[in-house]
């Protein structure tokens, strides 16, 4: 029997899993659920142990339904594999959560009032958490939290210029993407040695994009805030709005705030500018001129706010690109370090064509990475740090 650390990272309409080795921290399978609740879900599964679930059907459901369904897809095709912890990203952590955390009903409480900072990725995470409590109620569960990465932050770089009762009731910046962020930090001096520890710009960019500058590989500053709308422009997100338009869209248009939300969150970004798609390939395959206008609005945002994280470092040494815009689109990391060839990067084209782990051409100040960024293996360690950790206090306390 081999012992495993289940890994379940939710986004919108999907679910991915991972299943790692307790012992060994090998992962043995990965894959996922995707187009959630329409006719188009799908499952896929790739490692050393994925040909046992080849042909797996999910069913037409929610998050907590595709969660259910894959333990009992483990269980009949994986019976070999016993689940000793399940590692859970959740979105947001407030001010509460800085580390990792062992999941119980308080923690939930907590966590649930947390639903109004990211409606469309929190509800999601405590319904696959609470899926797996109810099928397996003593597999111990962990919390990693996208928001525990920035708190080294210094202070002025997490607050809003509101009065101050606000920003203790917790109207803070809390910036997101910090598992993506951990994960990049921790590979980073197997591919710029030294310059790790300098002044390191990640640029996580995806259908969710967000940037952090880091300082010996800890967050100094971010483009996210308080919720995930902040920032660069997104697949379906504005990014960072005048506070103005929303007072306008209420006060002079009569929407609703739940109008205002589904704009912002849903209808705007590359889809609301393109008027076409919220997927950069297919913007860049169609090449017609609302298509080219998201596209460049996108890159100027990006290279924007890597001039205002350079301001924040004090100079940039090396940029990261990661995630599906940043590992796969050749063309969408030219238009940004175009934009930014003032801060001394220069690309490669022919590496940056090929997607090379190094695209910055020879001879110039800054060194650019494309590096996958691997969410799910930084989940794996806190889950079975903490399990670990668990179990020697046990054995303490007996």
Not at 5 to 14: D, E, K, R
Not at 109 to 119: D, R
Not at 249 to 275: C, K
Not at 337 to 348: E, K, M, P, T, V
Request: hydrophobic share 45%; charged share 20%.
């Amino acid at each position: 029997m081999t012992s495993a650390v289940l890994v379940l990272n939710v986004g919108s309409s999907s679910v991915k899993f991972a299943l790692y080795d307790l012992h060994s921290a090998d992962a043995l399978c990965r894959g996922g659920v995707d187009a959630l609740g329409t006719a188009r879900a799908g499952f896929q599964a790739s490692g050393a142990r994925a040909a046992a679930l080849a042909g797996a059907r999910p069913p037409v459901g929610d998050h907590a339904s595709a969660a259910s369904w894959l333990l009992r897809l483990f269980a009949e095709r994986l019976a070999d594999i016993e689940l000793a912890a399940a590692g859970h990203r959740v979105v947001h952590g407030g001010t509460a959560f800085a580390d990792p955390v062992r999941i119980d009903e308080r923690v939930l409480e907590t966590l649930q009032g947390f639903v109004p900072l990211a409606p469309n990725h929190q509800p999601q995470n405590l319904a696959a958490i609470r899926a797996v409590a109810r099928a397996l109620p003593d597999l111990p569960q962990v919390a990693c939290f996208d928001t525990a990465f920035h708190r080294t932050q210094p202070a002025h770089a997490q607050r809003f210029a509101l009065p101050r009762s606000l920003s203790e009731a917790g109207i803070v910046r809390y910036g997101f993407h910090g598992l993506s962020f951990e994960y990049l930090a921790g590979v980073l001096p197997d591919f710029a040695g030294a310059r790790a520890d300098g002044r390191v710009v990640i640029a996580h960019l995806g259908h969710g994009a967000s940037l952090c500058a880091l300082r010996e590989r800890r967050s100094i500053a971010t483009t996210m805030g308080f919720t995930a709308l902040d920032g660069l422009v997104m697949g379906t997100r504005c990014g960072a709005l005048d506070p103005g338009v929303v007072l306008h869209l209420i006060e002079q248009r009569g929407m609703t705030p739940a109008e205002v939300s589904d704009l912002l969150y849903n209808r705007s970004g590359l889809l609301g500018m393109s008027g076409l798609s919220d997927d950069l390939r297919v913007l860049e395959a169609d090449g017609g001129m609302h298509a080219q206008e998201a596209m460049d609005l996108f890159a100027y945002r990006a290279a924007r706010e890597i001039g205002s994280l350079a301001a924040a470092l004090g100079g940039l040494d090396v940029i990261v690109f990661s995630a599906g815009i940043g590992e796969r689109s050749p063309s969408m990391r030219a238009r940004i370090c175009a934009y930014s060839s003032w801060l001394g990067i220069g690309l490669d084209a022919r590496a940056n064509a090929a997607g090379e782990s190094r695209i910055s051409a020879a001879g110039t100040a800054v060194d650019v990475f494309v590096i996958p960024t691997d969410e799910e293996a930084t989940i794996a360690r806190a889950a079975r740090a903490l399990l670990c950790s668990t179990s020697r206090a046990d054995l303490s306390s007996g």
